[in-house]
């Protein structure tokens, strides 16, 4: 499956940005979709998943909860992170990753399949 990140760009700390990721080649409802990032430096980390089960369940890093939202819509093969309240320390290259199956996963390893990443900046 290819994945399609966009909607990164540079905004102002408390503001918000929505960034999708289109998938192609793939039966995409089975598939459980997970947003990484990875700041200069730093070691890739996880932001978000949504696992393609029915129930679509979702899991956040501690990080982030209360403020981002993911969600898919499986008519469109596409993945959402919805960001808001934006702070300075969200500031990373933002990937979209996937893997076939219901799992839950929060290691990069544990996906198979990784989009180009679309870089999220936040200034104070």
């Known amino acids: 499956v290819q994945l399609q990140a966009s909607g990164g760009g540079l905004v102002q700390a408390g503001d918000s940005l929505r960034l999708s990721c289109a998938a192609s080649?793939?039966?995409?409802?089975?598939?459980?979709m997970g947003w990484f990032r990875q700041a200069p430096g730093k070691e890739r980390e996880f932001v978000a998943a949504?696992?393609?089960?029915?129930?679509?369940?979702?899991y956040y890093a501690d990080s982030v909860k209360g403020r981002f939202a993911i969600s898919r819509d499986n008519a469109k093969n596409t993945v959402y992170l919805q960001m808001n309240s934006l702070k300075p320390e969200d500031t990373a290259v933002h990937y979209c990753?996937?893997?076939?199956?219901?799992?839950?996963?929060?290691?990069?390893?544990?996906?198979?399949?990784w989009g180009q990443g679309t870089q999220v900046t936040v200034s104070s």
């Open positions: 949504i696992t393609w089960s029915i129930g679509r369940g979702t």
């Open positions: 080649g793939g039966t995409f409802s089975r598939y459980t």
């Open positions: 990753a996937a893997f076939q199956g219901g799992g839950r996963s929060n290691a990069p390893g544990g996906y198979d399949y």
